[in-house]
């Protein structure tokens, strides 16, 4: 059974850093561009950094220069290090891959909060 665990979320004040991970399980997922998506209250869901499978990265705008996703193959997993969170970071964070179907992990929540 193919399944995407993100884990790394919780609670933190403006400024701070959290890294998510997403463990990938069941197959890989080596040559498949990997994502980050994320959903905020009363919002829809937005990408906000992809990855490659050579490793070459995007991102959406509001978070350049703040996150950064990274991956590693041998583990199967993918990586988003967020620095310098602000309150509109709040969201559940999802990962994704698009192979032969779509894949999605159940989310972890990140809530920036003084």
């Known amino acids: 059974q193919v399944q995407l665990v993100e884990s790394g979320g919780g609670l933190v004040q403006p400024g701070g850093s959290l890294r998510l991970s997403c463990a990938a399980s069941?197959?890989?997922?080596?040559?498949?561009?990997m994502y980050w998506h994320r959903q905020a209250p009363g919002k829809q869901r937005e990408s906000v950094a992809f990855?490659?499978?050579?490793?070459?990265?995007t991102y959406t705008g509001s978070v350049k220069g703040r996150f950064t996703i990274s991956r590693d193959n041998a583990k199967n997993m993918l990586y988003l290090q967020m620095n310098n969170l602000k309150p509109e970071d709040t969201a559940i964070y999802y990962c994704?891959?698009?192979?032969?179907?779509?894949?999605w992990g159940q989310g972890t929540q990140v809530t920036v909060s003084s």
């Open positions: 990855i490659t499978s050579g490793g070459a990265t």
């Open positions: 994704n891959v698009v192979a032969e179907i779509g894949y």
């Open positions: 069941g197959r890989s997922f080596s040559g498949y561009t």
